[in-house]
């Protein structure tokens, strides 16, 4: 997925740098910036670009985040989820109680996680598992993932 902004007047008035664009406005932590920029995952007009550099009125900056992340700390385990909602950022699922988010010692092959690496297997996406929601195991409503 990419994001694509066109750099305004106003963004001109107030930022000095393409990494100030990327951080105020954007949104980008530091340590997202910092991988995005190893991974040569910035571009103004088209060109990857030093994200120290300055910029012009109606450029265009493209933030790339289609490159792929270890997730081999987690074991896959095939089960049935219960998906709500899936697109390129999310995806949505209603967790059952008696099965906790993520692997731990009492549970390292058989969590919500577990699952949700065998799907992402399953359609090829190597992206890190990131629970946005922390629910008790017994606790059953929906959880989300980015």
């Not at 340590?31 to 103004?44: A, D, E, V, Y």
């Not at 987690?74 to 909602?85: A, C, H, N, S």
């Not at 092959?109 to 699952?115: C, R, T």
Request: charged residues 25%; hydrophobic residues 35%; aromatic residues 8%.
């Amino acid at each position: 997925m990419e994001i694509k902004y066109q750099i305004t007047m106003q963004d001109k008035n107030n930022y000095e740098n393409i990494n100030s664009i990327l951080k105020n406005e954007l949104q980008i932590s530091n340590r997202l910036l910092t991988k995005l920029i190893k991974k040569s995952s910035i571009m103004l007009n088209g060109s990857i670009c030093d994200t120290r550099n300055s910029f012009e009125v109606n450029d265009i900056l493209t933030i790339n985040f289609n490159y792929s992340e270890d997730n081999s700390n987690i074991v896959p385990t095939k089960m049935d989820l219960d998906i709500i909602y899936e697109d390129e950022w999310l995806l949505i699922v209603n967790k059952p109680a008696g099965i906790a988010i993520h692997p731990s010692i009492l549970h390292y092959n058989d969590s919500l996680s577990n699952g949700v690496k065998y799907y992402f297997d399953l359609i090829n996406l190597n992206k890190k598992i990131r629970p946005v929601n922390r629910l008790d195991s017994n606790t059953s409503r929906i959880s989300c993932f980015c």
